[in-house]
C-alpha cells in the first residue's frame, strides 16, 4: 500500500497531470453551473479526448475532475435562481435559495464552498485509507438492502414537510412515485401509463421534472410579484460574504456527520450523491431541535450545509466501488467505466495491485482536485452572486431560457418543452395551495430504484419473507420508520410541553 501510494504520488504530482486536474475542475464547474447540463453529458461528450491522452491516469483523472467540478459547480444556480444544475443539488436549493432572497447570497455560496469541499476533501481521505476494506461491504447488498435503501430515502419526507403538512408532503410522495412508472421499466419493456405518445416511452425525464417544480414557478412567482427578491445586495455591493465563529460551530458538526454518511452512501452501488443529499438534509432535520428545525426551508445554514458536503462525499465515496469492484455507483460512474475499459484498464480487486498509478493517482488527485475548486469558486463568489442583481426584467427571461434550454438538451426532443410547460403549470398551482414540492421529486427519482429492487427481491425469494429474512433489510425498514415515528412523536411532544404552558 505505501510503495502504491508513492507511485500515486508522484503520478498525482506531475505536471501534465495537475493541469489537467485543474482543467476537470474548471469545466465541471462551468458546466454544472448551467442547468440541464450534468455531468453524464460532459463526460460521455469528453471520452473521445480522454481517449486520445492515451495514459489511463490521466485520462481518468480528467474525467474525474469534470465530475466533482460539475457537482460542486451545481449548488449555485440551485442558490442564485432555484434551478439546480444536476440531481445531487436539488437539496440545496431547499435552504440556499431562501438565503438568496434574503441578501445573502454571497453567504451561502460561501457555506456551499466550503461545506462541499469539506466533504470531498474528508471522503477522499476515508477513500484513501478504507476503500480495499469497503469493497467487501458494497458486496453485502443484493436487491432487498437496495429497496430498503430506497424506503429510506422515501421516509425523508417527514423532513420536508412543516407543521400540519405531512399528509400534503404524502400525496406529494405518491405522485411522484406516480411519475415514475410511466415508461418502459427496466423488467417489463412494455411502455405503461404512456397514453400512446412515443415520446413518454422512456418515461419522463429528471432535468425537465426538476426545472418544472423549481425554476419554472419561480420565474411565473417573478412575474406575479416584481418585487419578490429585492434585497440588500441589489445595489450591486455583494456584502456579507464571511461566515462567523457561531455559524463555524454550528456547521462543524454537520459537516463532521454528512461526510461520513454521505460517503459510506456514495459507497453502495446505485445509491449516489442525490439520495445522499435528501437523506443528509432529512437526517439534520430531524435532529435539530425547537427554533432550529423551524429555520429548515427558510434559509438555515445547516440545511445549505447538510446536503452540499454529503452530495461531494458520495460523488467520492462512489469510486470505491467502480474502481475495487469494477461496479458503477451511479449513471455517471457507469460512464467512467466505459472510458476505463476504453483505456484497456480493467477495473476490479486486483486493480491496486496491476495498476497502482491508475487507483492511487486518481484517489490522490481528489484531495487536489477539492483544493482547486475552492482556490477557483472562493474569489469568485462576489462576482457569481451579482447575478441577483440583474433587474427581474432581465433575470425572469434568463431563467426561462436556460430551463427551456436544459429541458431540451436532455431528451434532445421538443416535446419536453410541452411536458415542461405541462408540469410547471402544475407546480405552480400546488405551490400557490402550500403544497410541498420536494417530496414529489424525492418519490420520482426513487420510484424507478424502489420498483425494480423490489421485483428482483421478490423473484429471487419468492415472496415479501426477504424483509425480515435478511437483517441487514429488516434495520434498513427499521430506521424508515423511525425517520417517519420520530419527528411526528416530537411535534405532538413539544404541543403537549407549550398546550401545559399556556395553561
Known amino acids: 500500500?505505501?510503495?502504491?501510494?508513492?507511485?500515486?504520488?508522484?503520478?498525482?504530482?506531475?505536471?501534465?497531470n495537475l493541469l489537467f486536474v485543474i482543467a476537470g475542475c474548471l469545466i465541471g464547474t462551468l458546466i454544472g453551473m448551467l442547468p440541464g447540463l450534468g455531468p453524464m453529458s460532459i463526460i460521455a461528450i469528453m471520452i473521445p479526448v480522454a481517449i486520445s491522452i492515451g495514459d489511463p491516469?490521466?485520462?481518468?483523472?480528467?474525467?474525474?475532475?469534470?465530475?466533482?467540478?460539475?457537482?460542486?459547480g451545481g449548488s449555485t444556480s440551485s442558490i442564485l435562481i432555484n434551478a439546480p444544475g444536476v440531481a445531487g443539488t436539488v437539496a440545496t436549493s431547499?435552504?440556499?435559495?431562501?438565503?438568496?432572497?434574503?441578501g445573502q447570497a454571497g453567504k451561502a455560496l460561501t457555506i456551499a464552498a466550503i461545506a462541499s469541499f469539506a466533504g470531498g476533501t474528508i471522503g477522499a481521505i476515508l477513500l484513501l485509507a478504507f476503500a480495499p476494506a469497503l469493497s467487501s461491504v458494497a458486496l453485502l447488498f443484493h436487491s432487498a438492502e437496495y429497496f430498503a435503501l430506497m424506503v429510506v430515502?422515501?421516509?425523508?419526507?417527514?423532513?420536508?414537510?412543516?407543521?400540519?403538512?405531512?399528509?400534503?408532503?404524502?400525496?406529494m410522495t405518491v405522485i411522484g412515485l406516480m411519475l415514475a412508472t410511466v415508461g418502459e421499466s427496466a423488467l417489463f419493456n412494455a411502455p405503461r401509463f404512456t397514453m400512446g405518445l412515443q415520446d413518454l416511452q422512456s418515461g419522463f425525464s429528471f432535468i425537465t421534472l426538476a426545472m418544472a417544480l423549481f425554476a419554472l414557478p419561480e420565474a411565473l412567482n417573478l412575474v406575479f410579484n416584481p418585487n419578490k427578491g429585492q434585497n440588500s445586495e441589489d445595489n450591486g455591493q455583494i456584502s456579507n460574504l464571511r461566515i462567523t465563529r457561531d455559524e463555524a460551530r454550528a456547521m462543524a458538526p454537520v459537516v463532521g456527520r454528512q461526510s461520513i454518511q454521505g460517503?459510506?452512501?456514495?459507497?453502495?452501488?446505485?445509491?449516489?450523491?442525490?439520495?445522499?443529499?435528501?437523506?443528509?438534509?432529512?437526517?439534520?432535520?430531524?435532529?435539530?431541535?425547537?427554533?432550529?428545525?423551524?429555520?429548515f426551508g427558510k434559509g438555515s445554514i445547516?440545511?445549505?450545509?447538510?446536503?452540499?458536503?454529503?452530495?461531494?462525499?458520495?460523488?467520492?465515496?462512489?469510486?470505491?466501488?467502480?474502481?475495487?469492484?469494477?461496479?458503477?455507483?451511479?449513471?455517471?460512474?457507469?460512464?467512467?467505466?466505459?472510458?476505463?475499459?476504453?483505456?484497456?484498464?480493467?477495473p476490479g480487486p486486483r486493480l491496486m495491485v496491476d495498476n497502482p498509478s491508475v487507483f492511487w493517482a486518481v484517489i490522490i488527485s481528489m484531495y487536489v482536485g477539492n483544493v482547486v475548486l475552492l482556490i477557483l469558486n472562493l474569489p469568485l463568489i462576489p462576482y457569481i452572486a451579482r447575478l441577483l442583481t440583474i433587474p427581474r426584467n432581465y433575470l425572469?427571461?434568463?431563467?426561462?431560457?436556460?430551463?427551456?434550454?436544459?429541458?431540451?438538451?436532455?431528451?434532445n426532443n421538443a416535446t419536453e418543452l410541452l411536458i415542461l410547460v405541462g408540469l410547471g403549470l402544475m407546480a405552480t398551482v400546488l405551490r400557490f395551495a402550500d403544497f410541498p414540492l420536494p417530496p414529489l421529486l424525492i418519490g420520482f427519482i426513487l420510484g424507478g430504484m424502489l420498483e425494480d429492487n423490489f421485483a428482483r427481491a421478490v423473484n429471487l425469494t419468492d415472496g415479501?419473507?426477504?424483509?425480515?429474512?435478511?437483517?441487514?433489510?429488516?434495520?434498513?425498514?427499521?430506521?424508515?420508520?423511525?425517520?417517519?415515528?420520530?419527528?411526528?412523536?416530537?411535534?405532538?411532544?413539544?404541543?403537549?410541553?407549550?398546550?401545559?404552558?399556556?395553561?
Open 464 to 503: 415479501l419473507h426477504f424483509m425480515y429474512d435478511r437483517p441487514m433489510t429488516l434495520g434498513l425498514l427499521i430506521v424508515a420508520l423511525l425517520l417517519i415515528i420520530v419527528p411526528i412523536w416530537r411535534r405532538r411532544a413539544a404541543r403537549k410541553a407549550s398546550g401545559s404552558s399556556s395553561t
Open 1 to 16: 500500500m505505501i510503495e502504491g501510494l508513492l507511485i500515486g504520488l508522484a503520478t498525482a504530482f506531475s505536471l501534465q
Open 263 to 295: 460517503f459510506l452512501i456514495g459507497v453502495m452501488p446505485g445509491a449516489g450523491a442525490t439520495l445522499a443529499s435528501f437523506l443528509g438534509y432529512a437526517v439534520e432535520r430531524n435532529i435539530a431541535k425547537g427554533a432550529e428545525q423551524d429555520e
Open 302 to 346: 445547516k440545511g445549505l450545509a447538510a446536503p452540499e458536503t454529503a452530495n461531494n462525499a458520495a460523488c467520492t465515496g462512489s469510486f470505491v466501488p467502480l474502481l475495487t469492484l469494477g461496479i458503477p455507483g451511479s449513471g455517471t460512474t457507469a460512464i467512467l467505466l466505459g472510458a476505463l475499459i476504453a483505456l484497456n484498464v480493467n
Open 396 to 411: 425572469i427571461p434568463f431563467i426561462l431560457f436556460f430551463t427551456m434550454v436544459g429541458a431540451y438538451i436532455g431528451q
Open 94 to 102: 431547499f435552504d440556499g435559495y431562501p438565503m438568496a432572497q434574503k
Open 57 to 72: 491516469s490521466a485520462a481518468l483523472i480528467l474525467l474525474a475532475g469534470v465530475y466533482y467540478g460539475a457537482i460542486f
Open 153 to 171: 430515502g422515501l421516509s425523508a419526507i417527514a423532513a420536508f414537510a412543516g407543521e400540519g403538512k405531512v399528509l400534503k408532503a404524502l400525496l
